[in-house]
Antibody
């Protein structure tokens, strides 16, 4: 059974940093791309970032490029999102999701329950 | 970036009736080399993460009831729920995965009339 468990969310001041983690199990982690998608309170889904199975290719939304870094440790079956220079508009539930095929260009077929990031002074 | 739009913003349908949601992309998401539309549909029930319903615009995921169907090509797509059930109350999103950033539509809320 595929399981994705996010952690690392919390309250952070504007300009601060936070690192999210996503522990994956139930599939061959290194074979699949992974992504982060966020959802501000009461709002729609916003795609944030994705990474290929090997980690060699990364993709970012314009709104986070240069501030967020996606990475993965295939030996630990863990996905990360390093978030720097956080802004109030980054406040959201952050979902970790598994890409549904071995190609980077495919939607996410499994999602975690999300972790809440609140950026406020 | 490809901008995704959806219509309507919300709709209320009687149980057993048809619900139709439209999605439009600002540029074609049809990849000519494989003739596939890089368009997915998700369902998000209240308090839950999204669930993938359809990929390649019309291919249902395993376990998704056949009352859900997707159609369209190029820039215009439709998700149809042929006979609305109570458990289908949710927000539905389309997403393009043709090019990064892999943008979502704003969502369509479906309720029971």
């Amino acid at each position: 059974e595929v399981q994705l468990l996010e952690s690392g969310g919390g309250l952070v001041q504007p300009g601060g940093s936070l690192r999210l983690s996503c522990a994956a199990s139930g599939f061959t982690f290194s074979s699949y791309g992974m992504s982060w998608v966020r959802q501000a309170p009461g709002k729609g889904l916003q795609w944030v970032s994705a990474i290929s199975g090997s980690g060699g290719s990364t993709y970012y939304a314009d709104s986070v490029k240069g501030r967020f870094t996606i990475s993965r440790d295939n030996s630990k079956n863990t996905l990360y999102l390093q978030m720097n220079s956080l802004r109030a508009e980054d406040t959201a539930v952050y979902y970790c999701a598994k890409i549904g095929a071995t190609s980077d260009y495919f939607p996410a077929d499994y999602w975690g329950q999300g972790t809440l990031v609140t950026v406020s002074s | 970036d490809i901008v995704m739009t959806q219509s309507p913003d919300s709709l209320a349908v009687s149980l057993g009736e048809r619900a139709t949601i439209n999605c439009k992309s600002s540029q074609s998401v049809l990849y000519s080399s494989n003739n596939k539309n890089y368009l997915a549909w998700y369902q998000q029930r209240p308090g839950q993460p999204p669930k993938l319903l359809i990929h390649w615009a019309s291919t249902r995921e395993s376990g998704v009831p056949d009352r859900f169907s997707g159609s369209g090509s190029g820039t215009d797509f439709t998700l149809t729920i042929s006979s609305l059930q109570a458990e289908d109350v949710a927000v539905y999103y389309c997403q393009q995965y043709y090019s990064s950033p892999f943008t979502f539509g704003p969502g369509t809320k479906v309720d029971v009339k």
